[in-house]
């Protein structure tokens, strides 16, 4: 094991989303890559807008992705008492004060500041206050020190990123019902917990200062920081429900697998040459901060469609089998009887993109009786099929052997018996056997479907003929 710590540390006020996923993706790859570790902590100070639902929604996104910790999941919730000790800390130490000053008296000053044309920023009244009113409620800030000087940090993506000092607000570190705020407990919990490395969305660069004056308050070691770019739509602007599904677990149900995911989400705003597809393994080995841009990266669903239908192509059959049962359960088909379903795999996966594709495409092997479509059996099941249809049930009741070949070979007598093409023969079979005029080759079918429901399935059709 390296030293280096990173840590995620979602919000559970929702599903883990595309970026929160990215974001959790990175560290997780520069902590195997290093032989570090990995710690998840769940910031839920927020009580009102936690939820133990959200909680469970991101572990099973991480869980997904394959994204594994080696420490946590840590409850900010579960450790406030440490928090208080960090206030009372600062308060003893003169680096924090209490102020009494009312929401409306702060709203009042603010106007007036914008009125002025100046910033709006606490304007320190408890600070100078002498006596403390007697009972009433208050809040707990933090001192910035040296207004005249500035906090500077080394972004490991970002560059050297600087702000005034001025600019900083005397920050609420705990709120008047006694709850601390995020900026403080972050503080806390990433020094406590030995991060070394934050890793986390750009939305918090405003936060970093802050944040830094307080480790130095608190006698901490300041960890190093790497912001990563924000995600856009097509259009630009940050990518929201507007530009389509943003919770990774919506993209399972659309069918998406988590390679492709994995796969997706690291190439927004990462790269390694041209190479576009790369395992889990290609990227703990491959991945770097350095190669992650400095600019936003725009979603791109077509790729990820793309992506995905490379891994659907690629993937072990058995397990894609399995997940397979899962998609047509969805659909409402019960495929716990029937043909093997790695072997239904391997008929559809050359055309299908998702899952749910796949499942669609795999139905009809699965129904007790097929629905024929009203347009296909108009064209195929009439009775100047029949014949054919007859010959290629007795060719295929006749075979010893139910294989492709076999099968292959019996169509072969068929063409011969009737003096058709393939292109004759196998329209009709492929109405009688799977409702449609598009499926897999009609031998893969027949094969995969087996004897019993290929016989029934010809007779049936046979019959619905006349
Ligand atoms: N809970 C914060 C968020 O979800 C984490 C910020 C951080 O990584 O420091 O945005």
Redesign the pocket.
């Given at each position: 094991m390296s030293g280096l710590r990173v840590r995620?540390?979602?919000?559970p006020t929702g599903y883990l989303h595309i970026g929160?996923a990215r974001?959790a993706l990175f560290n997780y790859l520069l902590a195997r890559k290093e032989k570090g570790t990995f710690v998840l902590r769940i910031?839920d100070t927020d009580v009102a807008r936690s939820t133990q639902e959200s909680v469970d929604a991101i572990l099973q996104a991480m869980e997904w992705l394959g994204l594994s910790y080696d420490e946590g999941p840590f409850y900010q919730s579960e450790r406030f008492d440490l928090y208080r000790q960090k206030v009372q800390q600062l308060l003893d130490s003169g680096k924090a004060y209490r102020c009494y000053c009312s929401a409306e008296e702060l709203e009042a000053r603010r106007e007036a500041a914008l009125k002025e044309g100046g910033k709006p920023k606490y304007d320190r009244t408890c600070l100078r206050r002498t006596e403390a009113p007697e009972g009433s409620p208050y809040v707990v800030r933090f001192q910035v020190e040296d207004e005249e000087g500035v906090t500077a940090f080394d972004d490991r993506i970002k560059g050297t990123i600087t702000f005034r000092n001025d600019e900083l607000d005397d920050l609420i570190i705990l709120r008047s019902d006694g709850t601390p705020t995020?900026n403080f407990v972050?503080v806390v919990d990433d020094a406590e917990m030995g991060i070394n490395l934050?890793i986390?969305?750009d939305?918090?660069i405003n936060?970093t200062p802050r944040q830094i004056l307080m480790y130095k308050a608190l006698g901490y070691p300041v960890p190093g920081f790497a912001h990563v770019p924000m995600i856009l739509g097509a259009d630009k602007t940050r990518l929201s429900k507007r530009h389509g599904a943003t919770s990774v677990m919506v993209y399972r149900e659309m069918g998406y697998l988590p390679e492709a995911m994995v796969n997706y989400l690291v190439r927004l705003g990462w790269s390694h040459g041209d190479e576009e597809i790369f395992s889990m393994s290609d990227l703990i080995d491959k991945f770097t901060l350095e190669a992650v841009g400095k600019s936003a990266g725009v979603f791109n669903p077509e790729k990820l469609l793309w992506l995905n239908a490379h891994y659907i192509k690629t993937g072990d059959p058995a397990r894609l089998g399995k997940l397979l049962l899962e998609y047509l359960a969805a659909e409402g088909i019960d495929a716990t009887r029937g043909p093997d379903p790695a072997a239904v795999v391997v008929t559809l996966r050359e055309r299908a993109r998702t899952m749910v594709e796949m499942a669609k495409g795999a139905a009809f092997y699965y129904v007790p009786e097929v629905t024929y479509e009203a347009e296909a059996a108009a064209k195929f099941l009439t009775e100047a099929q029949r014949p054919v249809l007859e010959s290629v049930t007795a060719r295929l009741e006749a075979l010893e052997t139910f294989d492709e070949e076999a099968i292959s070979q019996a169509f072969g007598m068929v063409m011969e018996e009737t003096g058709l093409k393939l292109g004759k023969v196998a329209p009709p079979v492929r109405v009688a056997l799977t409702g449609s005029t598009v499926s897999p080759s009609v031998y893969e079918v027949i094969a995969v479907l087996g004897r019993e429901q290929t016989l029934q399935r010809l007779r049936r059709a046979a019959a619905a003929i006349s």
């Open positions: 995620f540390a979602p919000s929160g974001t910031e995020y972050v934050v986390r969305g939305d918090h936060n």
